[in-house]
């Protein structure tokens, strides 16, 4: 086929098999980064209309406009454009850039309030259509026991997707490109076929129900390509089509799905295939090629969904997670790094520094160490970027996985994830010491079992015995209200685009999560190595404690809280396996709390750390801020030693370091940084977020958000412009442990 | 033996090349007037620590390391604890770590302090002052000593970085600074003389120990003086 002219012959031809296509036909650069190119005046035009659009944005309040007449899906809009005529990449997911769907599917009153909080009433014709229509969120609250939802209420299982879209998926968008969607189209018709010689159980009428929901949205997706004179029904036969097809599929998914975090998956080394291919017979040179790239970002900058106030508490900065991962390392110990790998990170030179997309490094110690200084460089000028240890996933997921949202890896078109949001772990602790009540309004939440005294200093054994006995209860609820939500999700909400880019019978992941963990490593280190005392009030309910002497602390590479804080989430986890998850998923665990760590802060009491009632916590699996006392690499080997093997879905670490403290020019600080980073992974870490800052310029932006319009900052598994931060969150990142010069 | 630490500092980046895992040692000769760290002063106070210990606590950081990285020993004045220091220094020898000290050169060149230079990735030598009457004056010890372990280190072809703290009033001038100079022309270890511009962040700790500060009404350098005499420092060393 002439659209495969020149390629390298493989299993790829035979069934679908990306992997192995880029495997055989991409070009590792281990050269540095001279060769790239800055904007063309056309991507200057259009930039300068984007920014013009973003103040706008931003002056309304952060949204722009709302379509309130229609339902949100792949051809519910007339083609959209930034600049007619001048734009490379085509498609917007409304027929105006940065308008906003309503999509309701996950949650409708979700949706009313959604449009409310900015001024906008849903349109007579949705309200219509939703009346007969049970929602994701409707099932859900149908199903859902009075103990999950006193759970919820408490905040014991919080930000669970049972009122917005679980998102989290990742469709295998580079097989449009590859293969053309009539391919797809017959493979997956073929492979309802096959399913359909088998007996008629629950789970193979829900496949072959899947299958024929996912194939009327691969015919939407064709039509919705033709709109904007696109063929995608054949495969793309240059660079320009491969971004523009793989594009399409991104956008026909934010179309009809708004889950919490919509990520695009690997696609740089992919890509590099075809531009090395159109470069090789000058058909396109560095400058065009640079323009393409520049042009798909511009794009996935301009993606939005419609929130609540709400849901922006837990998700600060209007996220997306366009979460693109670049680099790592081949199977066969080739370097996965890509020219393109270098010209996304261009990006964030020829554009301007952004949040999104959610540029994630699949660092390795065997990277090349040009392409090693210069995510560093990016990271000291930009603050955007994030890295994640390749050398430790590609043993559970290969060398073809990519990131969705934050810090959750899965391999691409191969596996899905049941996203679960998290088990607040700090407050089982204080409901383990209240027999089972909720410390903050005293009810009764767990069974009922024995109430620690007042006056009398905690035992450590005793107390570990009822937090065991607690989690293990709450493991239990956790798994079994995320089995609601998820078989609710599938049946109301279904990702019907993305889950037609994933193999018929994809493996499944269920993702849950801890927050309050170094809180709960600290509290129970204070209550075994210092003296704690419960305190009462007038209702019995614990409320506070006196905490005396010295005790060690999680973030200075201390081995006797280090390893309570490593047992907690292997025990944890050990306990939600024994639940099985929803159509045989397999369970994982991440230490991840997006920005949610104010939220679940408030809604926990005093802790016996130290830490008073309503404070937040430390983001992540990081330590508590001001408690590291050796500074920045104790405090980093201390998270390193939380295992990932138990914590699959990713261990969140963010770390924001001054510049006089990196190093004493910019030469020195790349090279301090690429150490940093080699040391970390070198450990097993997993995941860090690098913040090169001094915080007085955060300091200077919340009091005058003029002065650094663009200033974005790594948050907890992604980044944020500054200034959409809410004012106590921006005081919480301002708060937070800043490495400093001694 | 045990050693005294005052305290470590894990991510010390600008004390020395590659990634350095700062320790502090307790204990200083010197009582220089603009010291930031006078809680570093007393001798034998802080965490004792085996030879054997310490170098496992640093060992935990060898990967951060690379080729130019390891330990710098800081205080304080970490010669003063020589004996120990070449117990720790020949385990990490073992261990493959290499070490920087960041001294005063204010202690006697012992046989120990000779091997510990000798055995360094390099030397911080600060000095604190150019000549005899004002050293007394304003640390409360002679110069000799700074000046015999320069003169040992350029025998030995130890690569040196000379640090000067520059305090406003005291010698924020080139002809101040020139006066340091004329130690320093024609030394082949002196790879880099670098100018430390005085700040005021150790003056809570003068009021927390109710030790006399006697700069309290000084204020910090201006960097862009500190850059404009760096420039004339480097000029007159041709550096």
Same mark, same amino acid.
């Given at each position: ?236 036969? %240059? ?132 392409? $090693?200084?210069?995510?560093? $460089? ?77 006056? $009398? ?22 798994? %079994? ?121 408030? $809604? ?17 699996? %990081? ?120 | ?86 117990? !720790? ?5 073992? @261990? ?10 204010? !202690?006697?060149?012992? @046989? ?69 100079? !004329? ?49 004339? !420092? ?6």
């Amino acid at each position: 086929m002439s659209c495969w002219r020149g390629f390298k012959e493989g299993n790829w031809n035979r069934e679908i098999d990306v992997r192995d296509f880029i495997l055989r036909n991409y070009t590792p650069y281990e050269g540095d980064a001279s060769f790239l190119r800055g904007t063309t005046k056309r991507t200057d035009s259009v930039k300068a209309r984007v920014d013009e659009l973003l103040i706008e944005e931003n002056k309304k309040g952060g949204v722009l406009d709302i379509d309130t007449e229609r339902v949100s899906s792949i051809l519910t809009y007339q083609p959209g454009y930034i600049k007619k005529g001048e734009d490379i990449i085509l498609g917007l997911q409304t027929d105006e850039p940065l308008k906003r769907a309503v999509n309701p599917f996950a949650g409708y009153r979700n949706a009313v309030q959604a449009c409310r909080a900015y001024g906008y009433e849903i349109g007579e014709n949705i309200k219509n259509e939703f009346r007969y229509r049970t929602t994701h969120n409707t099932g859900v609250f149908r199903a859902y026991t009075d103990t999950m939802k006193k759970a919820r209420h408490a905040g014991v299982l919080t930000g669970l997707p049972d009122a917005y879209a679980r998102g989290r998926i990742i469709g295998d968008y580079r097989r449009i490109a590859l293969y053309g969607m009539n391919y797809l189209i017959r493979e997956r018709e073929a492979d309802k076929r096959r399913i359909g010689e088998r007996e008629m159980s629950n789970e193979t009428i829900q496949l072959l129900e899947d299958c024929e929901r996912q194939l009327e949205f691969m015919r939407q997706l064709v039509t919705m390509a033709a709109e904007y004179g696109c063929d995608i029904s054949r495969p793309a036969d %240059n660079a320009y089509e491969a971004v523009q097809w793989l594009y399409f599929g991104y956008l026909g998914a934010v179309k009809e799905q708004n889950g919490a975090a919509n990520s695009i998956g690997r696609i740089s080394s992919f890509l590099d295939i075809y531009i090395e291919r159109d470069l090789a017979d000058e058909s396109l040179d560095e400058i065009g090629a640079q323009e393409l790239i520049d042009d798909l970002v511009l794009k996935m900058r301009l993606v939005r969904h419609l929130r609540t106030p709400e849901y922006n508490d837990l998700f600060a900065g209007d996220p997306v997670w366009v979460t693109c991962s670049l680099a790592g390392m081949a199977e066969d110990g080739r370097t996965m790094v890509t020219k393109t790998c270098y010209r996304f990170l261009q990006t964030l030179y020829n554009l301007g520094p952004s949040a999104e997309p959610n540029i994630t490094v699949l660092w390795s110690t065997r990277l090349p160490e040009p392409f $090693k200084a210069f995510c560093a $460089k990016v990271s000291i000028d930009t603050d955007s970027i994030q890295y994640e240890n390749d050398d430790v996933m590609r043993k559970d997921f290969g060398d073809d996985y990519a990131i969705a949202c934050c810090v959750s890896a899965m391999k691409v078109g191969k596996q899905m994830q049941f996203f679960g949001a998290r088990c607040n772990l700090a407050k089982v602790l204080l409901m383990a010491l209240n027999g089972g009540r909720d410390e903050l309004y005293g009810e009764q939440i767990a069974p009922e079992g024995k109430s620690f005294e007042a006056g $009398k200093p905690l035992v450590y054994e005793e107390v570990l015995e009822a937090f065991k006995v607690y989690a293990a209860w709450m493991a239990r609820l956790y798994v %079994n209200t995320m089995n609601v939500i998820h078989f609710m999700h599938d049946r109301y909400a279904y990702e019907r685009l993305m889950m037609s880019l994933h193999d018929v019978e994809p493996e499944r992941l269920m993702a849950f999560g801890i927050s309050g963990f170094s809180v709960l490593a600290d509290s129970l280190s204070a209550i075994k190595y210092a003296k704690v005392t419960p305190i009462k009030d007038e209702n019995g309910l614990i409320v506070d404690f006196v905490t005396e002497g010295e005790f060690p602390k999680y973030g200075n590479d201390d081995d006797r809280v280090d390893e309570i804080a490593q047992w907690i989430a292997e025990y944890f986890y050990e306990e939600l396996c024994k639940t099985p998850a929803y159509r045989g998923a397999k369970h994982t665990l991440s230490i991840l709390t997006i920005t949610s760590n104010v939220v679940y802060g408030k $809604k926990t009491g005093a802790t016996p750390d130290g830490r008073k009632k309503g404070e937040p916590f430390a983001p992540g699996a %990081n330590p508590m801020h001001g408690r590291d006392a050796e500074g920045a690499l104790a405090s980093l080997n201390s998270v390193a030693k939380v295992c990932y093997d138990c914590c699959q879905d990713g261990i969140s670490n963010t770390f924001s370091i001054t510049p006089a403290a990196l190093g004493r020019d910019d030469a020195d600080r790349v090279k301090k940084l690429v150490s940093v980073l080699d040391g970390y992974f070198a450990q097993n870490a997993h995941h860090l977020n690098v913040n090169v800052l001094n915080r007085q310029k955060l300091i200077d932006a919340m009091n005058d958000p003029t002065l650094y319009p663009s200033l974005t900052i790594r948050v907890s598994g992604y980044a944020v412009n500054f200034n959409k931060l809410t004012k106590d969150k921006q005081l919480e990142v301002i708060a937070r442990t800043f490495h400093e010069k001694v | 033996m045990k050693g005294y630490v005052h305290s470590f500092e894990s991510l010390a980046a600008v004390d020395g090349d590659g990634l350095r895992y700062g320790v502090f040692l307790a204990g200083c000769p010197l009582r220089c007037v603009y010291c930031h760290n006078p809680d570093t002063w007393t001798v034998g106070a802080g965490q004792s620590f085996e030879a054997s210990e310490l170098v496992k606590k640093i060992a935990r950081y060898r990967s951060y390391f690379g080729e130019r990285g390891g330990v710098t020993f800081s205080g304080g004045e970490p010669l003063l604890q020589a004996e120990w220091l070449c117990e !720790v220094a020949e385990l990490l020898r073992n @261990e493959g770590i290499g070490y920087v000290l960041d001294t005063s050169g204010g !202690v006697p060149l012992t @046989e120990a302090v000779r091997t510990l230079l000798a055995g360094a990735q390099g030397i911080l030598l600060d000095l604190k002052f150019p000549d005899e009457e004002s050293y007394r004056r304003y640390t409360g010890r002679g110069i000799s000593e700074t000046l015999a372990m320069l003169d040992y280190l350029e025998s030995i072809g130890k690569e040196t970085r000379i640090r000067i703290v520059v305090v406003p009033g005291i010698n924020d001038s080139e002809d101040a600074l020139e006066r340091y100079l !004329v130690h320093l022309r024609g030394k082949n270890c002196v790879s880099e003389v670098e100018l430390l511009g005085f700040h005021t962040m150790g003056f809570h700790k003068y009021e927390a120990l109710g030790i006399e500060n006697r700069l309290s009404g000084t204020a910090a350098l201006d960097p862009a003086k500190k850059d404009r005499l760096q420039a004339f !420092v480097n000029a007159q060393l041709n550096k």
